[in-house]
């Protein structure tokens, strides 16, 4: 047994590597002088391992390259070999060494892997730059979305409106030209995109935007009235003049404006979600020149829409008496807020509805007021009182005005805003649905599989070999089946909850804008109504000298 001493390890650290190559490569052709020049290595370096741990060399590929022939046992090259992958000894003057990575040279200490490994290491790197780089094209691409000119297609009830559909975008899947184009669609087109996508996505958990409701009484009318069409341009616009008054003239045309604002809204919130904007049927709505299929299921006096009625008072049912044993408590959570939530706008909405509807009569009474007012200054003698009554029935039909345009602010930018997300939340339980109907196929394939376990073990028992390999394969069946509903049950449960992330930070975004646009509306209305009052004070306070 060697005895190493500390003076023997350093100067083992000193030593150049390149003799202890040198002097094994010299020792080669002699076979006779093998066990000597390893004894001779062994003992002159402390840190050598014993010849037996090394791991074996032969048939090392050297990229791609025929095998080497085996080597003999009594060779001296392993040793020297593995010294020098395991010896932390400087290298050979003149030459310049890097530490090579546990995870390069691989587990076994081959050192041939390392092209191998640095490829799948820069391949692990490549995700993270590809993710920058899609981000950075992402934030470049828009998809703008408006809806224009309503006009009406037709007379009497055989009649329709149709509305321009105006797209700019310049994201590659739509094939748009000139990064512009427009088309026109009627309403129905409108509800049969939405029953397309909802038929796609909604059993998977996505949250799908809801089109707007029909109404039987505003279509009706609008069939009925001679010319009915509206200039499309921003609802907000449309509906507040730049002088304070309103441009909706008559219920015709404010059902019209509403209508196209609704529907713009409905696509720019479809567009605004990853999955659905890729649709295709969705991009055939937007690019497709010329009308599109009749979705004939849309009407609401048809077979299809009593059906669908009928299928929804059925949901309705299985929603109040279906419960489900929720083991997570986010979806509990999430719950009794959605239905929280829904009671509050619902209440919020009725509320603004009622106030725009008194500030709209607001508006008539004064205009009455006005005229009253005139005809009374008209028929005064005294010429100061007079010119006061004719100043202030001027200063009533300013504040009418005002009203007016506040009564539509009231109801096209709040109450509107209110009125999608009480449907949102509609879409937003409709998903949840899914996720309990998903529980309840899940819940039915393990009941269905404990009765054909059972089934098999009493086939088993009475020895009934006729039966025995159909239970065993309906077993297995049912295995599978258990398996992949449990699958289908955990996907949906993670899609609502990626969901519901993106319509939380979205349905805050939208009612802040909200919100501050309706505070600065009001603020306006209220700064003319006393500039109006402020240029009528030095009427009154003629009359009171």
Not at 6 to 32: G, I, K, Q
Not at 444 to 464: F, P, S
Not at 496 to 523: A, H, P, S, W
Request: hydrophobic fraction near 35%.
């Amino acid at each position: 047994m060697t005895t190493v001493t500390p003076e023997d390890f350093f100067d083992a650290e000193e030593r150049n590597d390149a003799d202890l190559f040198t002097s094994a490569r010299e020792e080669l052709p002699s076979n006779n002088r093998n066990l000597e020049t390893r004894k001779e290595i062994r003992t002159s370096d402390p840190l050598a391992r014993p010849a037996e741990d090394s791991p074996p060399m032969e048939d090392i590929d050297l990229g791609g390259s025929s095998p080497l022939e085996p080597l003999e046992k009594n060779d001296p090259l392993p040793p020297v070999v593995e010294e020098a992958k395991v010896k932390p000894s400087p290298s050979p003057r003149g030459m310049k060494t890097q530490p090579v990575p546990s995870s390069i040279s691989g587990g076994d200490g081959n050192p041939f892997t390392e092209p191998e490994q640095t490829e799948n290491v820069r391949e692990q790197q490549d995700p993270a730059e590809n993710k920058e780089t899609m981000d950075e094209e992402a934030r470049d691409q828009f998809l703008e979305i408006s809806v224009l000119d309503p006009e009406k297609v037709g007379d009497g009830m055989s009649s329709y409106m149709s509305y321009r559909v105006r797209t700019r975008t310049n994201i590659p899947y739509f094939k748009c030209r000139n990064q512009e184009t427009e088309v026109w669609r009627r309403f129905s087109d409108f509800l049969g995109l939405h029953d397309k996508l909802q038929e796609k996505y909604l059993h998977s958990g996505r949250i799908i935007p809801r089109a707007p409701e029909k109404n039987v009484l505003g279509t009706t009318k609008v069939k009925m009235s001679s010319g009915a069409t509206s200039g499309g341009g921003n609802s907000e616009t449309a509906s507040v003049g730049s002088d304070g008054g309103s441009t909706v003239a008559s219920p015709t045309d404010e059902f019209l404006e509403k209508r196209r604002a609704s529907l713009e809204r409905y696509l720019n919130r479809t567009a605004a979600h990853p999955v659905l904007r890729q649709d295709p049927d969705f991009r055939d709505f937007l690019m497709q020149e010329g009308e599109l299929p009749r979705a004939t299921q849309t009407s609401a006096l048809s077979g299809a829409g009593v059906l669908r009625l009928f299928s929804r008072m059925g949901e309705t049912m299985n929603k109040m008496t279906v419960k489900i044993e929720e083991n997570d408590p986010w979806f509990e959570e999430k719950t009794q807020q959605i239905e929280s939530m829904e009671i509050q706008l619902r209440k919020l909405h009725t509320s603004v509805d009622a106030l725009s509807q008194l500030r709209k009569d607001l508006a008539l009474n004064t205009a009455s007021f006005a005229r009253a007012t005139a005809i009374l200054s008209n028929c005064e003698e005294h010429t100061s009182l007079a010119r006061a009554l004719s100043q202030f029935s001027e200063l009533e039909e300013k504040l009418e005005q005002i009203y007016a345009a506040q009564s539509t602010a009231d109801a096209v930018v709040l109450a509107e805003t209110l009125k999608d997300y009480v449907g949102l939340l509609g879409s937003v339980k409709a998903a949840l649905h899914e996720r309990i109907k998903a529980y309840q196929l899940w819940q039915h394939a393990q009941q269905t599989l404990v009765r054909k376990r059972e089934a098999k073990a009493k086939y088993e028992l009475a020895q009934r070999s006729d039966k025995i390999p159909q239970a065993k394969e309906e077993v297995t069946e049912w295995e599978a089946k258990v398996e992949r509903s449990q699958e289908a049950f955990e996907a949906i449960s993670r899609t609502i909850k990626r969901e519901m992330e993106g319509f939380d930070k979205t349905r805050v975004t939208d009612f802040r804008d909200t919100i501050v646009k309706y505070l600065e509306i009001l603020m306006e209305h209220q700064q003319e109504i006393i500039r109006h009052w402020e240029a009528f004070l030095p009427e009154a306070q003629a009359i009171v000298q």
